[in-house]
Each structure stands twice: as C-alpha cells, then as structure tokens.
C-alpha cells in the first residue's frame, strides 16, 4: 500500500511542492535506467565493488602486505588462498580487495577534477566568446594535442611518482575533452530564448552561467565522465604498470599486473585476476554510461 | 466519385510508454476517391499520424492496426517492405511540413529529381532529366535548367516546397498526401504553391489527402473535409457545406479564428467537452 | 504626441561586418503611446522580430535612436530598463527552460528583480495569467503548449512592467489555444495598463489585437496604417494591399 501511494506520488503529473517535483523526476530517471538491463548490470558490478572496497578489512582472508616467500606463487585454492599468491607470497585475493579503494580513489578523486575544470573552461569559453574563447580553446589545443598517456607520463616525471601525482596527471589530461563538450554545448544553449528570457530579466553572465547552462551541460559530461571512467583506470593502471603510479607494495591493479607480468608464462594467475578485475570495473562504468546516456538525454518524455 | 483509390477501415495507431498505452488514432474509417480529402485537427489529433499510417511510415514503439487498409484494391498491411518501397513514391507521395527538412542538402535539386524518378522507372538519365525539367515547368518554376543544378539552401522556401510537390509528382502516383504543406511558408507564398498543387492534383485525376490544422485553408482546397478530434473524427462534410457544421468542436475551431474583416472584442473560446473524447468516430467513407 | 512610450527614429540593425554584413531593419522610425497596441506585421527575414529584438537589447549591431519608457538606450541595457520592459517568445517550447519548473522560472525572474515575499506572489501571478495553483511545480515538458506559452506570459509580467514586446507569440500554437492566449493578453493589457508591440506574420492575430500597424517588407517599414483602415482595405501601399489581399483570401472559406 504505502508502495503504490508513493509510486503514485512520485509519477504524478501535478506535484504539488518542489521536493516531490525534485524526487519525482529522479525517479522517473531512475525507472528509465532500470529499464536497462546492461546498465543495472554495470551499475550492480560497480555496487559490489565499492562495497567490497568499503568492507576489504572484513572480506580479506589475509593482510595484503604479509609476505610469506614459504606460500609464493601459489594456484588459487592453494594453501586457503582463494586466487593464489603472489612472487612475494602475498594472498591476490586480498590484494584485489584493497587495490578496489585505490582505483576507486583514483576515479573519484579524477571524476571530481577534470570534469569541473572542463566545465567551467568550456563554458565561460563558449558562453563568453571572443579572445576569451580564442586564448582557452587554443590552450585546451594544445593539452589535447598530446597523446594522453605520453602527457600524464610527462607530468608523474615532473611531480615524482606516487599515485596522488598519477591523479593530478591523469586529471590534467582529461578535462580538454570536457572543455570541448561543454563548450560546444555551450554554444547552442547560448542563443535560445530561455538564455534570452532570462538575460531580459536582468540576469548577469555568471547567474547564466552557472544556473542555466551548467545545469545542461552537466548531463553530458556525465555520460561522458562515466563513459571515459574505464579509460581513466586504465590510465591508472597503465602509470602503475610502468611503475610511476602507484609504488609497491601497495596492491593497486596495474602495478600488480606489471609484477605479475615477469612470471605470466608459468603462474598465469598472477597478472590475470587483476587484469580481469580492471575489465570487470571498465566494462561496469561503459555499461552504465551508455544507459545513462539514455535517461539523460534531454529529448527525454516526448510522449 | 465511383473509383475508391484507397480504403481505409477502423485504423488505430498506438503507442506503448512506460505510463500505459497512448492511441494516436482511435479507430477512424474513410475512403478516397479521384477527390480532394482534407483531414483537419489541432496539434495531436491524429491526423498526421494517420498519413504516416497509410505509408506505413510509423516505427516502434508505434504500432498500427486496421481492419483494411487497401490501394486499389491491394493490402498495403500485408504487403512486404519491398512492395512498400515500390508503392510510396510510385502509387502514393507524401510531401512534408518543411521543404528544409526533406530535402537532401548536399544533393542538388535536379539530381534528386532524377533520383527519384529513376527509384521508380527504368529510364535513361537523360530521360530522367528531361521529365524533371518538364515537371519543374509545370510546379512554374521559371529557368528550370538552372534551378536543377542548385542545391536546397539556394532556393526559398516556396520554391522548396513546389520542388518537392514536382518531386513528389514526377513518379505519377495517384494519390498525394500533403501534410500541413504550406505551414511554414508566408501567406502569399501560401495560396500560390497550393494553387499549383490544386491544379496539377485536378488535372492528373489523383487523390489528396490535405492534412492541416488550417481548416478555411482546407475549405477552401478540398472537396470533403474530415475533422479529427483526439484520435477520431467527429464531423465529416463537404466543404462547401462548411456552414452548415453541427459539431461544437468543428464550430469552436471556425470561430477561434481572429477575422480581419469581422472584428470581435473577445475570440470564442473552445471549451472541451469530455463526451467528444468518447463519442464514436464518424466514418467519413462514400 | 506629448509623451510616447517608444519612440524609435532612424533604426537600422545589421548583422556581420565588412561583406558580409546584412542589413536587416533599414532607416525604421515610428513611435508608440502609452497604453497603446502597436503591430508590425511582415513576411519571414522582413526585419520584423529584429526590431524587437534591438529595442529588447539581444542585438548589439543597431544605430539610430531608441527612447523607451522615458530612457534613451545605449548599448546596454540597464536593469531598470527590465523592469519596465519585457519580452514574450514566439515558440513556447523553446523560452522555458528545459530542466526548471514554473516555480523555479517564475521565483527567479522575481528574485532578480529584487522582490520580496515571492512565495505568495507565485500564486497570484500565476492567477493572473490562467494557471492554476496545480501548475506550480510543473516541468515545461508536462505542460502543453498553451500552458507554457501561459508561463511564459507570467514570467514577462513578474517585475510588473510596462511595456510588452510580444513576438509572434501564438504562431506555434493551435487556433483555439490563440484565441486564449489572445484574449488573456487583451486581458492583461486592459487590467494591467500595458503597451504593447507585438510582431506576426498573421494580419488576422495583429488586427485583434493592435490598433496601428506597421507593415514591413526587407528591412523597411513601408506603411503605417490605423487597424480601421486595413479593415476596410485603405491601404495605399502596394505591397501591403498585396498582403491583405492573400490574407483575406486564405481566411475566407470557399
């Protein structure tokens, strides 16, 4: 019963307050969304893997960082570790569990940087126009004009390696795509009637800016944020692979690849299981970019 | 009116969304003859759907149901999209609201014409050509040579729209639908391009169906007119017995016109009564 | 002609420079009183919504001079001027914001113009313009277009102004919903005093609702003429009789 009256309330054509005006077109948003089954796949996938970041210390059969060179390179199974050891005896299975708070670190800490630096680039570009245009979108050129790992590589050699350095690297060579996003939509919101109704009423270019347009903009980046999520890990992993992300012994994903990657002919198991959680955590975040892509799509409710 | 050139009986299209199912048309029926139907209704009566349903142009979520739907005698519910591909164009054109939208920009007008025309015929290119050039001609377009070899941008929007009335044409269909054809064109452009359509529609003996929202536009073109109302029609007449309308709606919509000649200090407002909604449609066949 | 609310001399509007400039409003002077109703009328790229638009401040390329509500305006608009002088759209679905609900639209342009106890002036406006109180919290897109044109009205009359730039405010719109429209700007106009320049390309819509009516065609006004006059088909320019001429004849039913 009280379900079906709250179903009711949120779907309801003539909301009779802000906040159920608010909850209802997050729910229908939400309905979309569930509509999609490969979505509510990658969205689950990612649910369980924040949660098992979140509880690593109660799953985890071992301390990632105990070594036992008596145990190493272990089959999974072997000796009550579930997915084997490691060259320095260390449990994988534990490994991955804590590597999950690195990455997703990694992607919060990049999620929050690049798309707001590039938002606020590509609009105050788009939306203001002229030399301010010309000067920020000749230096987004030129951050874009750098293949990304050889720029974020560029960076972490710079700042010295660490995975901090790895996020402002990966960040500062992913927000020019979302300065070009926001820009180009910038441009055609510009020039519509409600940017013109609301500039007649006195409204001011940071007001417009950050109250209007923001607000459209912000769906898209979204999409594309989450979209590029996988890359961003990837880019992750790529810096601890090389040995300039992440530094041992701590158990993030690309750099136990990399260690494993000396033994990947005899002790497959090593590199593989995190190869297989850095697929599982990209594919989750494309999945569900892609049905994000449909519920924000603001030709939404046509019907 | 003793040829039926297209029979339609108990169309419904519908459309399935998340809150339930949405019927765009409830069960109209009509025919069409070697005569002029127009088809008139606010924005979501139905009515160009009903165009697009005879075309089979509505894609899923939209589904389309009819008893009959026949051209000339042939199921056009049963006919495969290969046989449709024949009939649209070839048997039945349909000339959209906005020149702009239809046209291909990156093609020039002549090609398109030649395109067209050869989707239908076998025929040479020359051929081809010499026949869009005629037709351009008959749509009186003056210099056709060189409008052939522009591209839609170059061209008004009145030119565009007799362009794809030649185009349209140039296949010998035998019925035209024309869907609001002339509502984003200015008033005198208006009257001249559906005058040419009127014209070459007489001459040839084909079909129109009218679709608009116009209805002293619809009046004035057609000789029976088909009001639609939330999916169905309510009043079905000749259009020059407009006058004698009975129906409240058909009545409402005559009068929320502002006239020119006749000025009123307060327009008539239409007041829905719920009852039209449930009223069964009027079958508008002969 | 003590006093009038605009007053426009000599009005020309250009967009781009050097070759490609185009002219779109030529050498347009006219002038409107207080309380009137004041219609241009003209074909499509005629200059019509331009002039609006220059007098409104969206477009920055104009020379001439514009006096409006008492001010002489430069090339920026004051906010004052805002308060005195507001814009209606042409298309309904396009002037509200996507993602706003009439509360947020309406609360806004109050805020802006720095009134107070906004709560309870939303439904009153919102009265004024035929919306009920059920509408408040509505997106535009559970709104018809009728209802939003409605919104849109409201968010115009919010800072209470004086003048009402209307432009071809019912030609996206079905005729029984202009009749409405229509009438609530009669309404509103006779309740609230205001003056009106309304822009359309229906002589039918303009003769309702103006009393002068300017008719336009490439940029210049070529006449001026009192409603009454086009009534009875006085008009002197060609063009213009050529106008009503397929207006009268498009209305007029078989």
């Known amino acids: 019963m009280i379900t079906a009256n709250l179903r009711d309330w949120l779907l309801s054509d003539a909301p009779t307050s802000r906040r159920q005006a608010r909850f209802a077109s997050w729910y229908k948003g939400w309905l979309t969304l569930r509509s999609n089954t490969l979505a509510m796949v990658g969205l689950i996938v990612l649910a369980l893997i924040i949660l098992a970041a979140i509880f690593a210390p109660v799953l985890a059969t071992h301390d990632p960082y ?57 609009t105050v570009s788009g939306y203001a126009g002229g030399w301010a245009d010309v000067v920020l979108m000749r230096i987004t050129d030129i951050f874009l004009a750098f293949p990304r790992l050889i720029l974020a590589l560029a960076f972490v050699a710079a700042l010295g390696a660490g995975i901090e350095n790895a996020v402002l690297a990966i960040s500062l060579t992913a927000w020019p795509p979302y300065a070009r996003i ?13 940017i013109h109704a609301i500039r007649l009423q006195g409204a001011g270019p940071f007001r417009i800016v950050t109250r209007h347009i923001w607000p459209l903009c912000i769906s898209s980046l979204v999409i594309r944020v989450t979209l590029d999520m996988a890359g961003i890990i990837l880019t992750a992993a790529a810096l601890g692979f090389l ?43 494309n999945l569900l970019g892609d049905g994000l892509r449909d519920m924000l799509d603001p030709k939404e409710d046509n019907a | 009116m003793s040829e039926t050139l297209l029979d339609v009986e108990n169309l419904r299209v519908s459309f399935t969304t998340r809150t339930g199912t949405f019927e765009a048309v409830r069960g109209i029926s009509f025919t069409l003859g070697r005569e002029r139907l127009g088809i008139v209704g606010e924005s979501g009566s139905g009515k160009s759907m009903t165009g697009r349903a005879i075309l089979r142009l509505i894609r899923p979520p939209g589904r389309v149901e009819a008893d009959r739907i026949t051209m000339h005698g042939e199921d056009v519910l049963a006919a495969t999209e290969t046989r449709m591909r024949q009939l649209r164009g070839g048997r039945v054109s349909m000339i959209m609201q906005d020149p702009k939208f239809s046209l291909n920009p990156v093609m020039t007008v002549g090609q398109q014409l030649v395109e067209s025309l050869r989707a239908h015929e076998k025929l040479a290119r020359s051929e081809c050509r010499k026949r869009a050039i005629a037709m351009l001609d008959e749509v009186a377009i003056r210099d056709p040579e060189r409008v052939m070899g522009l591209y839609p941008h170059e061209v008004s929007g009145g030119m565009g ?70 999916g169905r029609i309510v009043e079905c007449c000749k259009a020059s017995e407009l006058h004698k309308a009975q129906h409240p709606y058909t009545l409402g919509l005559l009068n929320a016109v502002p006239d020119l000649e006749h000025p009123r200090p307060r327009l008539e407002v239409l007041q829905r009564d719920p009852a039209w909604r449930d009223a069964l449609s009027v079958s508008a066949r002969t | 002609m003590t006093n009038p609310a605009i007053d426009i001399q000599d009005l020309d509007v250009w967009f781009g420079a050097g070759r490609g400039r185009s002219d779109a409003v030529r050498q347009a002077s006219f002038a409107v009183e207080q309380g009137e109703s004041f219609g241009i ?17 969206l477009v920055p390329t104009w020379s001439g001079n514009m006096t409006v509500a008492g001010e002489a305006l430069g090339p920026q608009r004051s906010k004052a001027f805002f308060r005195k002088v507001q814009m209606v759209f042409q298309d309904p679905y396009a002037s509200l914001h996507p993602r706003q609900t009439v509360d947020r639209v309406l609360s806004e342009a109050m805020g802006l113009h720095g009134l107070k106890d906004i709560d309870s002036r939303i439904p009153r406006l919102m009265e004024d313009v035929g919306l009920g109180p059920s509408f408040r919290f509505r997106f535009p897109h559970q709104l018809s277009g009728g209802q939003r044109q409605r919104v849109a009205i409201a968010r115009a009359l919010a800072c209470s102004p004086q003048i ?77 009789r050529q106008l009503l001429d397929s207006s009268i004849q498009s209305s007029r039913s078989a």
């Open chain 1, 243 to 285: 040995g300039l992300g992440a530094q041992p012994p701590s158990p993030e994903w690309g750099a136990m690849i990399s260690e494993g990657r000396k033994y990947i002919l005899d002790y497959w198991w090593v590199a593989t299981f995190p190869g297989l959680a850095i697929f599982a955590i990209s594919l989750a975040f």
């Open chain 2, 161 to 230: 729209q007799r362009i794809m009335i030649a185009m349209m044409l140039l296949p010998g269909p035998e019925i035209l639908i024309a869907d609001e054809p002339t509502s984003a064109l200015d008033v005198s452009v208006q009257l001249q391009v559906l005058d040419i359509m009127d014209q070459l529609v007489k001459t040839r003996g084909m079909g129109l169906i009218f679709i608009s929202h116009d209805l002293n536009l619809v009046a004035k073109f057609c000789d029976r007119i088909a009001v639609m109302y939330a």
């Open chain 1, 182 to 194: 926001a820009r180009a939509e910038t441009l055609t919101i510009r020039n519509s009637d409600y």
């Open chain 3, 164 to 240: 009402l730039l209307l432009d071809e405010p019912t030609s996206a719109l079905d005729v029984s919903v202009q009749a409405e429209i229509l009438n609530l700007l009669t309404d509103l106009r006779r309740d609230h005093g205001l003056t009106y320049i309304m822009v359309s390309h229906d002589l039918g819509v303009v003769g309702h609702l103006c009393e002068r009516i300017a008719v336009m065609k490439q940029g210049r006004i070529v006449e001026v003429l009192d409603v009454e006059m086009m009534r009875h088909l006085e008009a002197s320019d060609p063009y213009t």
């Open chain 3, 41 to 57: 009328v003209g074909e499509s790229g005629s200059g019509k919504s331009t002039i609006l638009r220059a007098i409104a401040g």
């Open chain 1, 66 to 122: 105990a070594q036992d060179l008596g145990q190493r390179l272990l089959g999974a199974g072997q000796g009550g570790h579930l997915l084997g050891t490691d060259s320095l005896g260390r449990d994988i299975y534990s490994r991955l569990l804590y590597g999950a708070r690195i990455s997703i670190y990694i992607v919060l800490l990049v999620a929050m940087v690049a798309p707001l630096v590039g938002l606020i680039v590509g």
